[in-house]
């Protein structure tokens, strides 16, 4: 059976060559860290709405994290859409790199400082948690999407 319909929402995008040296690096050390504290992770997560989050985090108990990565200020200053995915999180975070100036990042989200090798949380966000019908749908597209993604690697 082919299915020749459109490519579903929950498949990660092809690269397209967009996402530069720094913000690669910064991805991975945040996918790293968010590891080691017990976090699942997925880069590139395409939500409901089209938006296509930098990292979305699922933790044991079932909450939420989006980090979305800024690899300059002129990449912080372009980029306005991140608002839109504090409907979609427990927590909102920016993942920068620690040469990039801090105190330009809002102060109502987390922030992390990452590199190619980790991260470390710098400054803690307070929750808001999400409703129970937004959080169920959130988790089933997380979990459709990894597994799409695992079955991708075994049966590309």
Known sequence: MSD????PHYLPPP?????????SAIQRGTCRML???GFAVLPE???ATGRRADVIA???????W???IKSSLEDFYVDQKWPEYREYCDQFYFAISPVMDANVMPMDAGLILADGYGAEVVRE???HPLVAARRKAVTVLFARAAAQRLHGLWDP
């Open 35 to 37: 590891r080691t504290l």
């Open 45 to 47: 997560f395409t939500l």
């Open 4 to 7: 020749t319909g459109p490519t």
């Open 58 to 64: 699922l933790k044991p108990n079932g909450e939420i």
């Open 125 to 127: 966000v307070a929750a």
């Open 15 to 23: 690269p397209d060559g967009r996402q530069s040296e720094t913000a």
């Open 66 to 68: 989006i980090v979305e």
